[in-house]
T-cell receptor, first 116, second 114 residues
Framework: AQKVTQAQTEISVVEKEDVTLDCVYETRDTTYYLFWYKQPPSGELVFLIRRNSFDEQNEISGRYSWNFQKSTSSFNFTITASQVVDSAVYFCALSEALDSSYKLIFGSGTRLLVRP | EPEVTQTPSHQVTQMGQEVILRCVPISNHLYFYWYRQILGQKVEFLVSFYNNEISEKSEIFDDQFSVERPDGSNFTLKIRSTKLEDSAMYFC????????????FGPGTRLTVL
């Protein structure tokens, strides 16, 4: 069965610190897709990144970077030099190719608080 | 930039009443979804909709729920007889069908059942 685990419920850091949000997934599908979404205090869900299972290249976008490791079924998200505006709940999600609807299976989220 | 819109932003209703939540997906998207998020919890899949029919629904999506695409732009979620436990944020999402693409979410409708 598919499952996404975000073991860190809440993380608190001081501005400018680096922080890594962990995501571990379970799937029986050989082709799948992983996502990160940000939910700021205003409540909307903001897409950050999609990664395909056949593409293990890590990605960097500004202060954000993602480390995808199939061997450990992990898709971790690092924010470098965190800022107060990064404070939000971050969700990791999984979608499987065998699932014709490509629905998203979300983790329980990690609340990140960046203190000034 | 095109976006998914949802109305109303907040709906308060009495238990047992019917509610209709409305969504306008991104215009060239063909897959539509409803998710819900009970306060402080994870986002849960309710239903997916493609080619004018439900393609998949979760066990949450029982007979009290229905979806409809009444015209070329709106996508609605109806709850026939609301229960207290239906209180949640309801998100609509849409995606293109060419390959696998990310889903783009609307801002959500907060439903409060009293």
């Amino acid at each position: 069965a598919q499952k996404v685990t975000q073991a860190q419920t809440e993380i608190s850091v001081v501005e400018k610190e680096d922080v890594t949000l962990d995501c571990v997934y379970e799937t029986r599908d050989t082709t799948y897709y992983l996502f990160w979404y940000k939910q700021p205090p205003s409540g909307e869900l903001v897409f950050l990144i999609r990664r395909n299972s056949f593409d293990e290249q890590n990605e960097i976008s500004g202060r954000y970077s993602w480390n995808f490791q199939k061997s450990t079924s992990s898709f971790n998200f690092t924010i470098t030099a965190s800022q107060v505006v990064d404070s939000a709940v971050y969700f990791c999600a999984l979608s499987e190719a065998l699932d014709s609807s490509y629905k998203l299976i979300f983790g329980s989220g990690t609340r990140l608080l960046v203190r000034p | 930039e095109p976006e998914v819109t949802q109305t109303p932003s907040h709906q308060v209703t009495q238990m047992g009443q019917e509610v209709i939540l409305r969504c306008v997906p991104i215009s060239n998207h063909l897959y539509f979804y409803w998710y819900r998020q009970i306060l402080g919890q994870k986002v849960e899949f309710l239903v997916s909709f493609y080619n004018n029919e439900i393609s998949e629904k979760s066990e949450i999506f029982d007979d009290q729920f229905s979806v409809e695409r009444p015209d070329g732009s709106n996508f609605t979620l109806k709850i026939r007889s609301t229960k207290l436990e239906d209180s949640a944020m309801y998100f609509c999402a849409s995606r293109e069908t060419t390959g696998v693409n990310e889903q783009f979410f609307g801002p959500g409708t907060r439903l409060t059942v009293l």
